[in-house]
């Protein structure tokens, strides 16, 4: 109980109080925008055309004259859509939260293959969590063009980056080696933290967000928008 306090304490004043977890790709039209793997950004009302391996493949926009456009993904850097104002009915998505984001990064069950995964947690901060669609146990039901409406955070497992380099696999069973790693090299953050069991698994989201404020460095480039 110590630990789940302390933890809302320190994410109490952060935009997303947060779930932590994945929603999905929305494959009904919605507006956002995208990040090309050039810089460029390209805003307008867009779904997700195809998914491999639950990682969307490419983006369609809708133009103004209704013609389509579809940008392939290995040309995309990040994907934003914004979540439409009926999931919320659903009572199981937070109205802190407003975007879906996908960022590429490294997967480490790809062998470091670049990836369209799902962002977790807020941006900023030297953590990033990542939904790992292919450790998931997929039990759960779906609505609103692949929105996942519940799970158990005990039945997942991430994809973590840390300084925007080095990624891992992060699984409950081996929580106690993924906790020194990531955090061990921050003194706040273990004199708070400094161990971590199975059973704070579930508290995994609320630690990288800790750890991001607890031992603030400066943020990388790609990490706004």
């Given at each position: 109980m110590k630990l789940v306090a302390v933890l809302f304490l320190l994410v109490a004043n952060t935009i997303c109080l947060a779930q932590y977890n994945p929603l999905g790709?929305?494959?009904?039209?919605?507006?956002?925008?995208?990040?090309?793997?050039?810089?460029?950004?390209?805003?307008?009302?867009l779904r997700i055309g195809s998914l491999v391996n639950s990682s969307p493949a490419n983006v369609?926009?809708?133009n103004a004259d209704k013609s389509k456009t579809k940008i392939k993904a290995e040309d995309l850097s990040l994907i934003a859509q914004r979540i439409p104002n009926c999931a919320y009915k659903t009572g199981s998505i937070s109205t802190e939260q407003e975007l879906v984001v996908f960022?590429?990064?490294?997967?480490?069950?790809q062998?470091?293959?670049?990836?369209?995964?799902?962002?977790?947690?807020?941006?900023?901060?030297?953590?990033?969590?990542?939904?790992?669609a292919s450790g998931w146990k997929k039990t759960t039901e779906f609505t609103f063009g692949n929105f996942i409406l519940e799970t158990d955070r005990l039945e997942l497992s991430y994809i973590i980056l840390k300084n925007g380099r080095e990624s891992l696999l992060a699984?409950?069973?081996?929580?106690?080696?993924?906790?020194?790693?990531?955090?061990?090299?921050?003194?706040?953050f273990v004199r708070n933290f400094p161990t971590a069991n199975r059973r704070d698994w579930r508290f995994l989201g609320e630690m990288v967000t800790a750890y991001n404020q607890l031992c603030q460095k400066e943020p990388?480039?790609?990490e706004s928008y």
């Open positions: 790709a929305i494959t009904m039209w919605t507006d956002g925008y995208v990040v090309t793997t050039k810089n460029d950004t390209i805003r307008g009302e369609i926009f809708r960022e590429r990064v490294p997967n480490p069950r062998n470091g293959k670049l990836m369209l995964l799902e962002r977790l947690t807020p941006f900023g901060g030297s953590v990033a969590l990542y939904f790992d699984k409950r069973a081996d929580f106690e080696g993924v906790h020194d790693r990531l955090f061990g090299d921050c003194p706040a990388l480039a790609n």
